[in-house]
């Protein structure tokens, strides 16, 4: 059969060959190294953690080689809108060729590519390795009864194929009675013969060759996945796959239409999925059944995506959360990440070491940053609090600032939301008698002693240890035993040691049993402050 004929009476108008756009699409100039990646949503709305880990790894490799990563919309079996892009730019990833900002190897969606699939499945049939085949749905399904009837394997192969070997004028007349058609490669798999690829994460898999002459193209010129992949992936110049491991068991066909155009193929890394541990069992991470799964969890509760992304980089390399641990100082760019060292199996996703990490990021925070990021959150979710952190910037600055920036900083704050409930008490407009009713009354309790303490005792000016060496001596006025050997000795002589006093005067000012640091914030808080606070707290014992 004249195969270029048969091209040109399939295809009459499509003129542009595939050497035009490879010449409108050259070969990057970049690195040998450097890897061009891509995540290719398709437009199911808005992301979910599983979403943003998938394109967290071409993205983190992308740019650790000085590559580049590219966003796109795979919109050929599904027509909803294209929010997956709001996501990623929400959690800064650098996306650096996509469908709004565009590129030179677009468009980026794959709607608007159907002249290039058209003249990628000319240049098949013109060299015999696509045909047209007009068998309508029936049709199909009769094969498919016959198949399973047989207990043959479902597809259209070998002596199902029956288009396959149409003749020229039996083609001919059938597209002139206008029938419809779609263009299935003609495949040269065994299905007896086994393929051995290499896949970056899951090794050397071995797989039976596809045999199959799926549907590259369908009648109304739109691609399903796969040869809609090869082609753009291909233009766009993509290194490397990363995609779900579920399209392990389709890689066969895919690497069969790669050879077939003769293109070089790009490494594939199949990643496996987030998995979450329900009772003894591990399943998917699941949209539907896990709160934590959806973006607006970490949103709400202010978890910032910096956190996120660290969580995701131990995910990506067990390694990475020894070297963080290790390195406050250093940037995650700073890590050198490798696909060796990604699960095969699946990770758990574990929101409590989530929750652990963000504690570490926020607490290498600088205050003045803490404090901005803070207020970006409020701004939208608490708005009070917000102006009331407002108004006093340089006190809520001091006020984060205690046990921070020194070497081994305070792990209290988790994300955003807990800024209230952290430093809250340090304000007097929401500071009243509520602050203490979670508190157990000790013995010790006594309003005069701190009336006293903090009228002849407290000198803001003191350091540290003069502060401390003070209320040691102050103690033994009310029978607190300073030395704590002596006070486990003999307990019942005393109303309590000196580590009694110091919670005498936490509690008083700050309603809680644990605080940061009482030296700091005794610094901060007026006298105004602490009077209204001791009258608070004497109203309270009284009650
Ligand atoms: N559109 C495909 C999906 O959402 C993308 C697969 C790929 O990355 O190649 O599953």
Not at 336 to 351: R, Y
Not at 438 to 451: A, D, R, S
Request: with cysteine; aromatic share 14%.
């Amino acid at each position: 059969m004249d195969y270029k004929k048969l091209a040109d009476l399939l295809y009459p108008n499509v003129d542009k060959t595939i050497e035009d756009y490879e010449k409108m699409y050259p070969e990057r100039n970049l690195s040998e190294d450097a890897i061009v990646a891509r995540f290719a949503p398709s437009p199911t709305g808005r992301m979910h953690m599983g979403n943003l880990f998938a394109s967290f790894i071409p993205e983190t490799f992308a740019h650790q080689t000085n590559g580049i990563f590219i966003l796109r919309i795979e919109d050929t079996d599904d027509k909803r809108a294209i929010e997956n892009g709001e996501d990623l730019k929400a959690y800064k990833y650098r996306i650096d060729e996509d469908p709004i900002n565009g590129g030179s190897y677009g468009p980026y969606i794959q709607s608007q590519r159907k002249d290039i699939y058209s003249a990628f499945g000319k240049y098949l049939v013109s060299i015999g390795r696509a045909y047209p085949c007009f068998c309508s749905e029936e049709e199909i399904s009769q094969i498919r009864e016959i198949q399973t009837e047989k207990k043959d394997r479902i597809g259209y192969y070998g002596k199902y194929a029956k288009c396959r070997d149409l003749t020229y004028e039996e083609i001919e007349e059938k597209i002139k009675n206008g029938n419809p058609w779609v263009l299935r490669l003609k495949s040269n798999g065994d299905f007896n013969k086994k393929i051995v690829f290499k896949d970056l994460i899951k090794g050397t898999i071995e797989i039976p060759e596809n045999d199959i002459d799926h549907v590259l193209i369908k009648s109304d010129g739109i691609p399903p996945y796969a040869f809609a992949h090869v082609v753009d992936d291909h233009l766009m110049r993509i290194t490397h796959v990363t995609r779900d491991d579920s399209y392990i068991s389709s890689v066969p066909y895919h690497l069969e239409i790669w050879e077939s155009f003769g293109f070089k193929v790009p490494k594939y890394a199949h990643i496996s999925p987030l998995n979450k541990k329900e009772g003894e069992t591990v399943r998917k991470l699941s949209k539907r059944k896990d709160p934590e799964a959806a973006v607006s969890f970490y949103n709400e509760r202010g978890i910032p995506e910096e956190a996120v992304k660290l969580y995701f980089a131990t995910l990506l390399n067990s390694n990475f959360e020894e070297w963080y641990n290790q390195n406050p100082n250093s940037d995650i760019k700073e890590f050198k990440f490798t696909f060796d060292k990604m699960s095969k199996a699946g990770s758990l996703f574990d929101i409590e070491k989530l929750i652990n990490i963000s504690k570490t990021y926020f607490s290498r925070l600088k205050a003045s940053n803490l404090y901005d990021k803070t207020l970006e959150y409020l701004n939208t979710y608490d708005k009070d609090f917000y102006e009331l952190l407002k108004n006093n910037k340089e006190y809520t600055i001091s006020v984060l600032n205690i046990e921070r920036e020194v070497p081994r900083p305070r792990k209290d704050i988790s994300c955003y939301s807990d800024v209230k409930k952290e430093i809250s008490f340090m304000f007097d407009e929401l500071f009243n008698k509520d602050n203490y009713k979670t508190l157990e009354i000790k013995k010790f309790y006594k309003p005069e002693i701190l009336e006293d303490y903090f009228e002849n005792v407290y000198n803001k000016e003191d350091e540290k240890q003069d502060w401390f060496n003070k209320i040691k001596e102050f103690s033994v006025k009310y029978n607190f035993c300073p030395d704590n050997k002596e006070y486990k000795l003999n307990p019942d002589k005393y109303l309590g040691n000196v580590s009694d006093i110091c919670e005498l005067i936490r509690v008083m000012v700050t309603g809680r049993i644990m605080s940061p640091d009482l030296y700091e914030i005794l610094k901060l808080l007026s006298k105004e402050s602490i009077n209204k606070r001791i009258n608070l707290f004497k109203e309270f014992l009284n009650n």
